[in-house]
Nanobody, 125 residues
Framework: QVQLAESGGGLVQPGGSLRLSCAAS????????IGWFRQAPGKEREGVSC????????VYADSVKGRFTISRDNAKNTVYLQMNSLKPDDTAVYYC??????????????????WGQGTQVTVSS
């Protein structure tokens, strides 16, 4: 019943940019912490960024800090991940996820209850 849908992935050259979207249905996104995660073949899932409910705080993994930006459009019930200066190591399936907030700051290393199906990002020349 609760649904998240990612879009915006694709093939991009190193140094290029992509914007991923996470559209929510059947719940109000602003009431939840939203996280972006990624998983590359043969690797564990990695937390990329999160946005706290109400936009009170943001968190970024060190590997993407300064290159990626998470944002929200409440009117569209959508969270975005702007990815700049992309590297081949950014290649992965990217997922968005939602969970009820516990603290004012979102936390990547905790359980997220609702997940999208993922969108493929490939960075290659």
């Amino acid at each position: 019943q609760v649904q998240l849908a990612e879009s915006g992935g694709g093939l991009v050259q190193p140094g290029g940019s992509l914007r991923l979207s996470c559209a929510a249905s059947r719940f109000t996104l602003d009431y939840y912490d939203i996280g972006w995660f990624r998983q590359a073949p043969g690797k564990e899932r990695e937390g990329v960024s999160c946005l706290s409910s109400g936009g009170r705080s943001t968190v970024y993994a060190d590997s993407v800090k300064g290159r990626f930006t998470i944002s929200r459009d409440n009117a569209k019930n959508t969270v975005y991940l702007q990815m700049n200066s992309l590297k081949p190591d950014d290649t992965a399936v990217y997922y968005c996820a939602a969970t009820s907030p516990v603290f004012s700051q979102c936390v990547l290393r905790r359980q997220y209850n609702y997940w999208g199906q993922g969108t493929q990002v490939t960075v290659s020349s």
